[in-house]
């Protein structure tokens, strides 16, 4: 029987949660509430979640795609350390499926995921343990990356397992649109924290004017109308475009195509020079 599904897009921000008095993205803001009472209406007895990883839970081996079976949350932003609830044996059927399907796909145990991954959870089930969550990472910080075509190929798969499944399944993908973060803009796989902060410091004022709202609003266009060769271009071309963290946007390529395709509205488009980011949310019908 196939699942009914829910998609949702969000941009995620580590400035957002560093703004604690809710002082930028004010709109931004309204429409992620707006996409969680979605979510609590739809109440999904599972969550597909496609993100990226900011080189800290992959570094000297970083999978195009991998399926975690278990995984935890690191402390961040004034956050503490947690665990997601992961179905592990559903997460070892879907990756047999992946397999069997010419996906070479890692299985991953005990991975440590950031804010890629925690944010949405929090921001859209309000809980780390609210659901059970299947992460699934995409590489969008380290070349070389899965190319447009093969991340949506990847994810259409994905939407077969799920054809399988009796289960309201919400399928979430976050990160993006336009930004140019410093740490990823320099080419090292092992950056430490300290390391990290310091690059950010120093480029922090250079970012905040890489917002590119022209390629944001083609992305959003082409999501909109489920155009797959413009996402597909706009993708390929998202470093050159939109900056390095603009390359996020393959985990919204994959959310719709597991989705089936359909289209997927923005409900609303944001750039937050603050946050370094252009945030966008969209949903399904």
């Known amino acids: 029987m196939t699942s009914d599904r829910l998609v949702v897009c969000a941009s995620h921000s580590p400035g957002k949660e560093r703004d604690v008095e809710q002082l930028q993205g004010s709109r931004f803001r309204s429409a992620l509430a707006a996409a969680a009472e979605r979510v609590r209406r739809f109440d999904p007895d599972v969550v597909v979640l496609f993100g990226g990883d900011h080189r800290r839970a992959f570094r000297h081996v970083v999978p195009a795609f991998g399926v975690a079976l278990s995984a935890s949350i690191l402390a961040e932003g004034g956050h503490p350390p ?38 949405p959870v929090r921001d859209l089930l309000g809980d780390l343990t609210a659901k059970p969550v299947i992460p699934i990472a995409v590489n969008c910080a380290t070349a070389p990356l899965p190319t447009a075509r093969r991340v949506a190929d ?32 320099v080419d090292t796989y092992d950056l430490s924290d300290e390391d990290r902060a310091r690059i950010i410091a120093e480029g922090m004022a250079d970012a905040r004017n890489k ?59 944001e750039p937050v020079p603050e946050w370094i980011t252009g945030m966008a949310v969209a949903t399904s019908a």
């Open 211 to 269: 917002i590119r709202p022209d390629w944001d609003s083609e992305v959003l266009d082409a999501m909109a109308a489920w155009d797959l060769e413009s996402l597909i271009q706009l993708v390929d071309a998202a470093h050159d475009r939109a900056g390095a963290g603009a390359n996020e946007v393959r985990t919204w390529l994959a959310a719709g195509a597991a989705g089936g395709g359909r289209p997927v509205t923005p409900l609303v488009y």
């Open 82 to 119: 947690g665990a997601l609830d992961v179905p592990s044996a559903l997460s070892r059927s879907l990756c047999e499926h992946l397999l069997a399907a010419g996906f070479d796909i890692a299985a991953c145990r005990d991975i440590g995921l950031d804010h890629a991954f925690a944010q």
């Open 154 to 185: 990847f994810a259409a798969e994905v939407g077969r397992f799920l054809d399988g499944l009796d289960q309201r399944v919400l399928l979430i993908g976050t990160g993006g649109l336009s930004h140019s973060p410093p740490s990823l803009e």
